[in-house]
Structure formats: structure tokens, C-alpha cells
């Protein structure tokens, strides 16, 4: 989860590279899968573990014990001790790191496709066969990764502007 992420953000960050620059559809999207969910794994809030009972009942040596005595208890809202994940400062740093650089190499993919710099070996004409072109595969692998950016980093834009919300 989140703080978890911080330690290791270097090698999963170079994964993602490495799947995000894929000519594999399979990959490209399994990287930007992956990058949605390290985005929203450290910006949102959310209930850390999910069990039946409270940490403190769970780690005492007499529910350890007896556990199935315990299955189907119910609890009322006051009693529900709910341990909350709530980003730090350093993981909204960490978050808009990631939806930045991997928004702009996708981006740069697009770019250069509309304003004719992309370098590919295909030529593109009128004539060229859309399903064989990988320069248009690529910009479609580029939207969809744009697309999960937008998807992971909702959480950032809460914060814009009010004449950004128009």
C-alpha cells in the first residue's frame, strides 16, 4: 500500500518504464494498470485491514485461541476502531512525480504523431493499411495510458482552481 510504495518507488518506477515503452499491447496496458493503481494506493483513504474484529482483539493470545468464537460478531459504530490510511505529504509528492512523468511520455508519443515527427519505419499515407500501422497502434497504446493517468490522479484535481472545474 501506500508507504509501502515510497521504499520501493525507484524499481517499480523502472518496471513501469519498462512496460509503458512496450510495442506489447498486453504490456503497455498492464503498465498502466499498474501505474493507476500505485497512484490511487497513495493518494486516497482507505481502511488499512479488513477483519472481523478490532486489532486489539485480533492480536491478543485469547482470540488467537478460540478465533471461531468469534466469527459473525457484530459491533456498533462507536465500537469499530477502523485503522484509516491517509496520504502524507511525501506520498502526494511521490504520486504527482509518477502521473507526471509517465502523462508526458505519453503525451510526447501524441505530439509527435500529430505534428508528423514521429519516427517510425512506416510511412504514413493515405493509402497505408490503419490495422498495420504502428505508429497509430502506438498513439492508441498512448490514450489508453493517458487515460489510467487521469484515472489514478483524479485525487490530485480535486484540488484545482475553481475555473478549472467549469
Same mark, same amino acid.
Given at each position: 500500500?501506500? *508507504?509501502?510504495?515510497? #521504499?520501493?518507488?525507484?524499481?517499480?518506477?523502472?518496471?513501469?518504464?519498462?512496460?509503458?515503452?512496450?510495442?506489447?499491447?498486453?504490456?503497455?496496458?498492464?503498465?498502466?494498470?499498474?501505474?493507476?493503481?500505485?497512484?490511487?494506493?497513495?493518494?486516497?483513504?482507505?481502511?488499512?485491514?479488513?477483519?472481523?474484529?478490532? *486489532?486489539?482483539?485480533?492480536?491478543?493470545?485469547?482470540?488467537?485461541?478460540? =478465533?471461531?468464537? =468469534?466469527?459473525?460478531?457484530?459491533?456498533? *459504530?462507536?465500537?469499530?476502531?477502523?485503522?484509516? =490510511?491517509?496520504?502524507?505529504?511525501?506520498?502526494?509528492?511521490?504520486?504527482?512525480?509518477?502521473?507526471?512523468?509517465?502523462?508526458?511520455?505519453? #503525451?510526447?508519443?501524441?505530439?509527435?504523431?500529430?505534428?508528423?515527427?514521429?519516427?517510425?519505419?512506416?510511412?504514413?499515407?493515405?493509402?497505408?493499411?490503419?490495422?498495420?500501422?504502428?505508429?497509430?497502434?502506438?498513439?492508441?497504446?498512448?490514450?489508453?495510458?493517458?487515460?489510467?493517468?487521469?484515472?489514478?490522479?483524479?485525487?490530485?484535481?480535486?484540488?484545482? *482552481?475553481?475555473?478549472?472545474?467549469?
Amino acid at each position: 500500500a501506500g *508507504p509501502v510504495l515510497l #521504499k520501493y518507488e525507484d524499481e517499480l518506477c523502472d518496471i513501469l518504464t519498462g512496460l509503458w515503452n512496450s510495442t506489447s499491447k498486453v504490456r503497455v496496458k498492464l503498465g498502466a494498470k499498474l501505474m493507476k493503481r500505485m497512484v490511487q494506493s497513495l493518494t486516497v483513504t482507505y481502511y488499512r485491514d479488513l477483519r472481523m474484529v478490532n *486489532p486489539a482483539e485480533w492480536d491478543s493470545d485469547a482470540f488467537q485461541q478460540a =478465533h471461531g468464537q =468469534h466469527w459473525g460478531r457484530t459491533y456498533t *459504530p462507536e465500537a469499530v476502531d477502523i485503522n484509516w =490510511h491517509v496520504p502524507t505529504a511525501a506520498e502526494i509528492r511521490c504520486a504527482v512525480r509518477i502521473v507526471n512523468r509517465y502523462y508526458a511520455l505519453s #503525451k510526447a508519443v501524441l505530439e509527435a504523431y500529430l505534428t508528423g515527427e514521429a519516427s517510425d519505419d512506416v510511412n504514413m499515407t493515405a493509402e497505408t493499411d490503419v490495422e498495420d500501422n504502428s505508429q497509430i497502434n502506438r498513439c492508441r497504446c498512448a490514450l489508453k495510458q493517458i487515460k489510467k493517468v487521469v484515472m489514478g490522479g483524479v485525487v490530485l484535481l480535486q484540488d484545482l *482552481p475553481d475555473t478549472y472545474s467549469q
